[in-house]
């Protein structure tokens, strides 16, 4: 028994990785590209370990897909593998269409004609599971109801688009085909290894550099926010136990305006590494152009996972954003690393027109 991650060198991936073969013996395969955002020193702790392989590979490759998908015959496939950053698909949409949607599709395709190969058994335990976005639903102003798995898609930006067209087209493998299909549809993550080109890592490393905290436009902008192994766990679970062809929603049930989230790593920032002036990390925010068609709100309903399958988050926001905050602070290096090529180059491009 196996499985095969894509994507397993980025940010929620390797959490992912990382996180099951603490919980389980069971091998993974971990497929990844190794974009700008894919990072195997995340992985360091894994290098002698023989349940973890790691395969340098586009999931939209027709031809190393179908073989290694022949030669380790998993049980499962688990997508993590996206163009994630809703600013870069502002900047550069072309990536977000070809890795989320023409890769979401050929990786359909080599998977289904693998499975269409596989024993009764096998077949019928076969999963698919794609890790979506909250994005796909759009935004909801101050008072609308939480973003429940009836919601219907309305995608805003280039990379919502993407992730919608490719949750669609799971979906339709699964009506067509049979496919043994999953979809969980997560809100905000944070936590370790997070790339910081995103609000909260990117806050973190600024401050302590002595930069400036962009935010955007008002910074009353809403996100759920759940701590990454929180979404392990819930992807574990629908892995688990989840009926095929269904969506789940995950969500932290913590909804927080943006300039809430900046203070409160300020103020974690202030007593645990605190400024040589003995002044607040706050009087580096400032405030920024606003980012082109900027969703407004999302909210997770997140009763259907817990009520069908048990679900729901261990850690609230303050438990969560310390140990973040915590981890950034213990693991310079990995920042230092990180920083590097691509991503100075993309902080030129995003920032400088901003005033
Ligand atoms: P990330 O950008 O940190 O990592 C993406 C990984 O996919 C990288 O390792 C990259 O090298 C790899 N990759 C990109 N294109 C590939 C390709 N064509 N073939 C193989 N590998 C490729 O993203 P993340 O934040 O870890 O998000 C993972 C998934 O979860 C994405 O599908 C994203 O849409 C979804 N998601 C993210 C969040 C969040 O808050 N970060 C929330 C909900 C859903
Ligand atoms: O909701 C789930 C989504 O969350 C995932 O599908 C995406 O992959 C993930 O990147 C994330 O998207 P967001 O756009 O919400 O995340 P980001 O960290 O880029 O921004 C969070 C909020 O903070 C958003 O309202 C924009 C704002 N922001 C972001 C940056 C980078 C700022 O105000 N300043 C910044 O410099």
């Keep these: 028994m196996m499985i095969f991650v894509t994507g397993g060198a980025g940010f929620i991936g390797a959490n992912f990785v990382l996180d099951w073969l603490q919980e389980h013996d069971e091998p993974i395969v971990n497929i990844d590209k190794l974009t700008y955002a894919g990072n195997l020193e995340s992985l360091a702790s894994l290098q002698d370990d023989s349940r973890h392989t790691f395969v340098h590979a586009d999931i939209g490759d027709t031809k190393v897909i179908p073989e290694l998908l022949a030669k380790h015959q998993p049980r499962a496939v688990i997508n993590f593998a996206a163009e994630s950053h809703v600013d870069r698909s502002i900047h550069s949409p072309e990536d977000f269409i070809q890795t989320n949607v023409v890769g979401t599709f050929h990786l359909l395709e080599s998977v289904r004609s693998y499975w269409n190969q596989l024993d009764q058994q096998n077949k019928t335990d076969f999963r698919f599971l794609h890790v979506s976005t909250d994005e796909v639903y759009g935004s909801l102003t101050k008072n609308e109801p939480a973003f429940t798995e009836q919601h219907q898609y309305e995608p805003n930006s280039p990379y919502s688009a993407s992730k919608a067209a490719s949750d669609h087209l799971v979906r339709s493998y699964h009506h067509t085909y049979g496919l043994p299909v999953l979809t969980t549809n997560c809100s905000n993550n944070y936590g370790p290894y997070h790339f910081p080109e995103k609000l909260i890592p990117l806050m973190i490393v600024n401050a302590l550099a002595g930069k400036s905290l962009p935010i955007y436009g008002d910074g009353q902008q809403i996100r759920d926010w759940l701590y990454v192994k929180d979404h392990c766990s819930a992807i574990r679970r629908v892995v688990a136990a989840g009926i095929i062809g269904e969506t789940y929603n995950v969500g932290g049930w913590n909804e927080k305006p943006n300039i809430e989230i900046v203070h409160t790593v300020c103020a974690l920032l202030d007593e645990l590494r605190p ?18 068609g900027h969703d407004r709100r999302y909210a997770i309903d997140a009763r259907k996972i817990e009520r069908e399958l048990g679900w729901k988050p261990a850690e609230t926001f303050d438990t969560g954003i310390r140990k973040t905050v915590q981890w950034y602070l213990d693991n310079q290096e990995w920042v230092a690393n990180v920083q590097s090529g691509a991503y100075r180059d993309w902080v030129e491009t995003n920032y400088a027109e901003r005033t």
């Design 275 to 292: 400024r040589e002036d003995k002044k607040s990390y706050t009087e580096q925010i400032t405030f920024v152009t606003d980012r082109l």
